[in-house]
């Protein structure tokens, strides 16, 4: 009986052993797919298109819908926490905003987005639930942005041909947008500063070292200004974060980097605006070495200071921040002459640079500069001075321009007036003819009457290339890109004065900011996170929001409280950082509208939220039996994975089928681009885009056939396009001109009209208004009808006061195009015949 109790014991343990092997097995491959699913999305241009994007979520519901199935299976819970809830509430937020959307496609894709990040969080979760698992998985978020300074970089080096990636002058990387790239670069260079202080492996600092120098190469050559700014409080921030005997750590390395850095960073426009810009590898490769060498002689060093006293640790911190600070100091002041030239060589080309001078509006300044001029071929002009008036808008205008032909060695000076709107000068130095050159030693500008009230105009930097002291020089609250947004903020605010408590659904500002901007320009976002969450969800979403954020705060602050040890602080400030360093960005512009941006920021919360069930309610949680609350919840995870899985793949298979449609309808095979088109709208019947091209198919086979089914189908289609999209004005000015084209004139001068109503300050569109009048106008004309003839071309001529009034509310007014001029004149003159 032993014996086969014994035997019985064993089978019962091995069997229990199996078990547990095949469970942590399946958790690995969970683990892998979450890894991939977050390191990957960067370098499908961020996921912002949805033919990248919605493959992605319909990837991520298949991985939740095993995980949840397991979860389910084991009862374990998936939904436990506060920060949980509040993750769920954003896109219950989103959802209730549907039922009151302007753009119910929009609404939807914004709705399976926020389900796919919170996806990524409960994964992250409950996944990376071990020190290690964290480790890991930031390490991976860091190699990711490592990889997209390397696009970047290699891409300004002309070895990759990624399509956006180097642009003006600037690295986008695989983001295609410069903002966003140095947002994502500078999130995770302080993520992986936070890493270097982990590990105790020299070998693997020095590599974390060689990333670092990536990430900032790349960073600082977004010339993103905002992102600068940002950096050193971030970088405070993180020190403040780290846990004792380890805050120092962090700048050390950050100096080290830096100093890695300084020869590639100067180096970098010469060479890639040279003409062998290949050569930049030899430089990515000096700053990796250089890199390497220090910070690994830098680990020594810490060692050290680890070591010692705490007051001579002190000691250390402060000479090294002072020498920092002067160094600073002296990059940033360092001034030396600046020289424009052209050789006899050299074609004629403008070679300049712009200084930005804060001034007081309608007011006599006086510019005085040292100036060494040559024109030894006696060209039109040596050099040339332009100074402009920059408004609140960062408006140009021309105050003065002054060309300088004679060789000249010595003091001159200009005088000139502000403006009444004035709010600083954009001044221009420029050298433009071969054979010519001029050197500008030092340059002042003061008052008139107050000559002590003198600024330096820093002309030259010496330790900083061109293209870096020129975005430094511009970093100011009346910039064209600073007072554009505050524009938008503002135009935002009118926006949610109409759609206050739920908000306009998602996508709200790209269906609805024509109507209410203030003057006229294109823009799809809102260039402010926070602002954009308003204008889709209203104050149900702010609120949600703010639930968030606070449940998020509190369990980090829990966290930073609680009893975890040296390595689990480093991890916390690791991800709280980079949290806030996303967060922080997207008050400013739209990174998070780029799903990688957010699947990553989320991840990061996942690992706050991870840590919060490991450490903080670990007891919590069993001494209430939360298991036996959650049961419900894991099926509805479960339910929603599937919903979203199909959803998904329905709109992406929608999107495949339109793309092929437009292909056919290119080459004018219209019956094989209107099947195509029908398969889009039967995929995804939300688009309008994909029903008004299924309608103009189909209105272009009715013309064809005479087959009034044909035209009845097709008027249906693109009538349910506009009413998808009712504050589209190109979906209006084309089913107005489908209904003027067909014979049904008052409904097609309705859609045209919406047209301009929906979007009042594009001139173009009282082009298409005043030929509208005009055309009917002609018809009844033709037809002998005056009375109708006189009433649409008198409504033709009445057109200019449609934009004349519209212009006048516009701060930036636009002039009427020549061709409705044109329109508007001809039917003056058709109106005089027929009085």
């Known amino acids: 009986m032993a014996q086969k109790a014994a035997k019985k014991n064993k089978v019962t343990i091995n069997v229990s052993k199996r078990s547990t092997n095949y469970i942590n097995a399946i958790n690995v491959v969970f683990y892998i797919s979450l890894l991939l699913l977050i390191a990957l999305p960067p370098y499908f241009r961020g996921m912002y298109f949805d033919n990248e994007f919605l ?19 084991k009862k374990e819970p998936i939904i436990s926490e506060r920060l949980d809830y509040a993750a769920i509430s954003i896109i219950g937020a989103y959802l209730i905003s549907t039922f009151f959307a302007v753009n119910i496609r929009s609404a939807i894709g914004e709705v399976l987005k926020y389900v796919d990040y919170v996806f990524v969080y409960f994964l992250v979760s409950r996944l990376a639930n071990d020190k290690k698992k964290i480790w890991i998985l930031l390490n991976v978020l860091v190699l990711s942005s490592f990889g997209v300074a390397f696009v970047g970089l290699l891409s300004a080096a002309g070895y990759v041909n990624y399509n956006g990636s180097w642009v003006g002058g600037r690295i986008n990387s695989t983001f295609q947008y410069a903002n966003t790239a140095a947002s994502f ?58 846990p004792k005997g380890k805050r120092v750590e962090p700048f050390v390395y950050l100096i080290g980097v830096i100093i890695a850095s300084a020869l590639p960073i100067l180096k970098f426009n010469s060479v890639v605006n040279g003409p062998k810009p290949h050569n930049l590898v030899m430089w990515i490769l000096v700053g990796c070495i250089l890199a390497l060498l220090f910070t690994y002689i830098v680990s020594f060093l810490v060692e050290v200071v680890n070591k010692i006293s705490l007051k001579i640790g002190i000691s250390i911190i402060v000479i090294v921040g002072v020498v920092s600070t002067v160094a600073g100091y002296m990059v940033l002041t360092t001034e030396v002459p600046l020289t424009l030239s052209h050789s006899q060589n050299e074609a004629d080309s403008g070679k300049s640079v712009i200084r930005f001078v804060d001034v007081d509006a309608d007011r006599i300044y006086v510019l005085k500069y040292d100036v060494i001029s040559k024109n030894d071929d006696n060209k039109d002009w040596a050099y040339d001075i332009t100074i402009e008036s920059r408004n609140d808008l960062d408006q140009p205008t021309k105050i003065k321009d002054v ?41 002042y500008i003061y008052p008139k009457n107050d000559p002590s009230a003198v600024q330096n105009i820093m002309l030259k930097y010496k330790y900083l290339p061109e293209n870096v002291a020129s975005r430094i020089q511009d970093i100011s609250l009346t910039s064209h890109s600073s007072s554009e947004r505050m524009q938008f903020y503002k135009d935002g605010f009118k926006i949610f004065k109409d759609y206050p408590l739920f908000g306009a659904g998602g996508g709200a500002w790209a269906s609805l900011y024509f109507k209410y901007q203030s003057y006229l320009y294109w823009t799809t976002q809102t260039h402010n996170y926070f602002m954009q969450v308003l204008l889709d969800t209203g104050l149900v979403g702010a609120a949600a929001m703010i639930f968030f954020l606070v449940m998020l705060i509190l369990s980090v602050i829990k966290l930073y409280k609680a009893e975890i040890d040296i390595d689990e602080r480093i991890l916390l400030a690791a991800a709280t950082v980079g949290i806030l360093s996303i967060y922080a960005h997207a008050a400013m512009d739209f990174d998070l509208s780029l799903s990688a941006v957010t699947i990553a920021l989320y991840s990061l919360i996942g690992i706050i939220n991870s840590m919060s069930i490991c450490k903080v309610h670990k007891n919590i949680a069993a001494a209430k039996g939360r298991k036996s609350y959650t049961g419900y919840y894991s099926f509805g995870i479960l339910i929603v994975g599937i919903v979203v899985m199909f959803m998904s793949f ?7 089928y339109a793309e092929k449609g437009d292909q056919f309808a290119k080459t004018n095979n219209i019956p094989q681009a209107m099947q195509y088109y029908k398969s889009a709208v039967s995929y995804d019947p939300w688009n309008a885009k994909y029903r008004m091209s299924y309608g103009q198919t189909l209105a272009s086979i009715a013309d064809q056939t005479k087959d009034a089914a044909t035209y009845q189908e097709a008027m249906t289609q693109e009538q349910k396009a506009v009413d998808l999209e009712p504050f589209n004005s190109q979906l209006l000015a084309q089913l107005g001109a489908f209904y003027l084209s067909h014979g049904q004139i008052d409904n097609g001068l309705k859609y045209v009209k919406k047209a301009v109503d929906v979007q009042p300050l594009r001139p173009e569109n009282y082009q298409q208004l005043a030929d509208a009048y005009n055309k009917v106008g002609m018809f009844y004309l033709q037809n002998n009808d005056k009375a109708k003839a006189k009433e649409y071309l008198e409504k033709a001529v009445d057109v200019e006061n449609l934009f004349n009034k519209a212009n006048s509310k516009s701060e930036e007014p636009k002039p009427m195009t020549d061709v409705t001029k044109q329109i508007i004149q001809n039917s003056k003159e058709v109106l005089k015949g027929i009085q």
């Open 55 to 73: 493959p992605t979520i319909c990837i991520t519901s298949v991985v939740v819908v095993i995980w949840s199935l397991m979860k389910i299976i």
């Open 185 to 242: 670069l500078m999130a995770f260079l302080l993520v992986n500063f936070a890493l270097i202080s982990y590990t105790k492996n020299r070998y693997l600092k020095a590599l974390y070292g060689v990333e670092a120098f990536m990430q900032l190469y790349a960073y600082v050559f977004t010339l993103s200004r905002g992102a600068w700014v940002m950096f050193p409080f971030l970088f405070l921030f993180l020190i403040i974060m780290m």
């Open 403 to 443: 060309y300088d032909k004679e060789a000249f060695s010595g003091e001159k000076t200009i005088e000139f007036s502000t403006l009444k709107d004035t709010k600083r000068l954009a001044i221009t130095f420029t050298n433009y003819f071969k054979g010519t050159s001029v050197t500008f030693d030092k340059a």
């Open 650 to 656: 329905s709109l992406s298979t929608a999107l495949r």
